[in-house]
Structure formats: C-alpha cells, structure tokens
C-alpha cells in the first residue's frame, strides 16, 4: 500500500469513536438541551426540572398559585421512596383552586379539586370538594400522634398533604392506593 493510501486509512481509525465516547457526546447533547428548561424552571418558578416538565402538561388549562409560601411541596405520597411534587394550581376559566401531584418515578399527574370533585371522608357522610380557594395552609402533614383515631389516616401509603383554613379545621389529602381521598379534620382535637 503506497504512502498516500496509507495515511488515509491512519486518518480513519483515528476518527472511530472509541467505545462509552457516544455517551458522553450523548450526556452533552442531553445537558445542553435540558439546561434552558432547568433555567426557566429555576428563574419562573424556583422548582425543580421534573415538577416544571409535569406542569407544562396543564399549563393551558391551569396557572400556578403562588399567594401560599411554599406554593410547592416535595414529599413521597405513594411510599415508594421517590420525592414527588405538589404544586398549588388554579383553573383559568373558573378560578377554582387545587393541588396538581406529580409522581416522578411514573411520570404521572393528579389534578386535586380545581374544579375536579375529590372526595372527602367525614364522619357525617361523603361529600366532595372541587375548590380550595379558601384552604390558606398548605404543608405536608407529619402528626401521626392521633392516627388510630382516624380510620382513613390509615389507609395512607405514604405522607399525607394537609391543607386547611387560617386557625381553622383543615383537610388531609391522602393517597390510598388507587385515588386522592380528603380527611376532615379539626386542628383543636
């Protein structure tokens, strides 16, 4: 083989990829594309990319609600040991105001009242609720001192969000397993 053919063939096999090189020109391509997402996540909203992402799936329908500090929570409503998001939200069109939980390990969504009936479980009867608009409380629930008095507390498969009126009565919301249930509850006992 002449010099000329050679140094072609030597040109060749210094461009091959060596292997894992592919991911991380893949892990560049990824960051590179992530990175302005994380940074209006970051300077809109100050929440992380997973909760911003699971947001702008009913950003047409819904505005996030910023009048309670903090607006979001991160907690583990399934128990599976993954953080998961709670956003306040409120419905364009009807103003009814809600939680939206963002389980991140499925990347799924649960919109809780804004205008969506929710179940809530009291000793008089089963209602529902479909606003929050007048719940000014919002934290994740960490009480468990009274749990067998409460049947429905029991149900829950991980931590439970409370959200209630100012000095008043509240409600926990819960994830049983299949669905969001309301707990009433009097913060006086």
Not at 10 to 25: A, F
Not at 52 to 67: Q, S
Request: some cysteine.
């Amino acid at each position: 083989m002449g010099t000329w053919a050679h140094d072609i063939n030597k040109q060749q096999e210094n461009m091959e990829m060596k292997p894992g090189t592919i991911k991380i020109v893949l892990c560049y391509v990824f960051i590179a594309m992530a990175w302005p997402q994380q940074s209006m996540a970051n300077e809109r909203w100050n929440i992380s990319l997973e909760g911003f992402l699971c947001f702008r799936k009913i950003e047409k329908e819904y505005d996030p609600l910023r009048r309670n500090n903090p607006y979001y929570l991160r907690l583990d409503y399934d128990g599976d040991g993954v953080n998961d998001l709670a956003i306040m939200i409120r419905h364009k069109k009807t103003k009814k105001e809600g939680i939206l939980v963002c389980n991140i390990k499925n990347n799924e969504h649960y919109i809780i009242s804004a205008g969506i009936k929710t179940k809530i479980f009291d000793s008089e009867n089963n209602s529902v609720v479909d606003d929050l608009r007048n719940y000014v409380r919002f934290y994740v629930f960490d009480d468990f001192s009274n749990k067998s008095q409460n049947p429905y507390e029991k149900r829950a498969k991980g931590e439970i969000i409370s959200v209630g009126m100012e000095e008043t009565d509240g409600l926990l919301l819960f994830w049983d397993g299949k669905e969001f249930i309301f707990y009433y509850t009097d913060p006086e006992g």
